[in-house]
């Protein structure tokens, strides 16, 4: 089911500025049943974006009426919640009094098999490298290509994701993912003030780890970690079993999020 | 008038691609009457996108039976032609086998005034950067966000347009428009294969104009420079009488491209 400023309806106008320059944002939330553990760090990253990209904030607690009435009767559901800066008049000028396109949706939660979480994930080691833009870096916006760029890199249904650098060399993020490398022994997650997003669920880790660095990572770095894992607000915790050719274990730090990733109320798939 | 798929609609489906990731590109071009002087560059742009994003590309001749059905009636027009990746899966993956959206939309032709052609425009100088994606750069994505920062940066109603350098310092173009520079009697354009759109006005100078140069532009060196212009395939030739407080007169190769653009076919605002 998809809200669209409150009515039910599955169409935007094809003037929507979302549409028309990606110019907006978005949140994808996971619920099970009538919770949604991370809804308040999503919650605060979507009024940091607006803030930022200087779009009128929604109320939260109009969202979270709106997303209990699109997940009606689902047990498990991914809702994705999309902001836009509405129509206006042609060009990239902001309107001066946006009325903002307010898109909620929910989907079926996708089935996640145990093995990944157990063994880890493989990962294609993307050529494409995300563009340093530090006005847009950490946002969850709607410019989204360098993402499906990278994305259609691969066909192997065994990788189920991607790592991507920066032009110099970092490594930022998966596709859809933050990224943590535990170096010499210490969890180091990559800095994004540059360019990728700022995950929920890594904002979350970084308080639920005793200590983290959060700094740049150069690949060679982050290919002697002796443990790499992936963060990700709807699939959870995920250790990778190998960069291309380079393989690593499931660790002790990715083990003991995969736990608190239980604790904060999300089911077990990844037992 | 919109249309859709061909069908009069005025709206898209709310799990478009263009929508959820910006994952399209798109046209604008003006029509005077029925005509279209620019149409086969914006058809070979549209068609080098649509490789390089591995869209499907549609077949011009139906574009060009959409356009007139959208313009029918209008002296002068402005029609956006916007591709995208349709509908799918949720995820960045690209669809195995796309369905593209197409909408066609035609827009009254904004009022031009004399002065910007005859005396030349007052540009803002950004402080947004273009961030440099070589995957990107040149073509006319959906992905705009830097765009609307930019044009976001001022208000003054006779500052008309910005002037954007990438991360390095080099002036690359204006926020919709490209930049042209007279240096030491050479007319030059910023090369385009790091950030920017290929307009496709610039394509058309860049063959009319006998001699002209296609390289990086350090910003000090288009300050130095004895003319400056912008080339929008809407709003033609207009020369740059002042970026910030650095003042420019129209110069002879600005007159020589607007008279080309005359000779192309399109009216006279520019007198």
């Known amino acids: 089911m998809i809200l669209v400023d409150g009515q039910p309806q599955d169409t935007v106008p094809a003037t929507d500025r979302g549409l028309l320059y990606g110019d907006g944002l978005f949140e994808t939330i996971r619920f099970t049943g009538k919770s949604a553990p991370l809804w308040s760090r999503h919650m605060q990253r979507l009024a940091l974006g607006c803030e930022r990209l200087r779009l009128p904030a929604p109320d939260p607690a109009l969202l979270w009426q709106e997303t209990a009435t699109v997940t009606r009767g689902m047990a498990e559901a991914v809702v994705r919640i999309t902001l836009t800066r509405g129509t206006g008049a042609r060009g990239y000028a902001m309107p001066a009094d946006p009325c903002v396109t307010r898109i909620v949706a929910a989907f079926a939660m996708p089935a996640l098999e145990a093995a990944p979480y157990r063994d880890g994930l493989r990962l294609h080691l993307c050529e ?12 969850k916006h709607l410019n989204r290509l360098e993402q499906v760029l990278a994305r259609a890199e691969w066909n192997d249904p065994a990788m189920a994701e991607g790592l991507l650098c920066d032009m110099h060399g970092h490594a930022i993020s998966a596709t859809a993912a933050n990224l943590f490398a535990v170096v010499d022994g210490v969890p180091v997650t990559p800095a994004l003030e540059r360019c990728g997003v700022a995950g929920v669920l890594r904002a979350e880790l970084l308080e639920a780890l005793p200590r983290v660095e959060v700094r740049d990572l150069p690949l060679a770095e982050c290919l002697r970690a002796s443990e790499l894992f992936l963060s990700s607000s709807v699939r959870g915790i995920l250790p990778v079993q190998a960069v291309a050719d380079k393989v690593f274990a499931p660790g002790p730090v990715a083990r003991a999020m995969q736990a608190h990733w239980r604790e904060l109320g999300f089911p077990m798939e990844q037992a």
Do not use: D, H, N
């Not at 494409?128 to 946002?139: C, D, S, Y």
């Open 128 to 139: 494409t490298r995300l563009a340093e833009q530090p006005l847009l870096a950490g946002l």
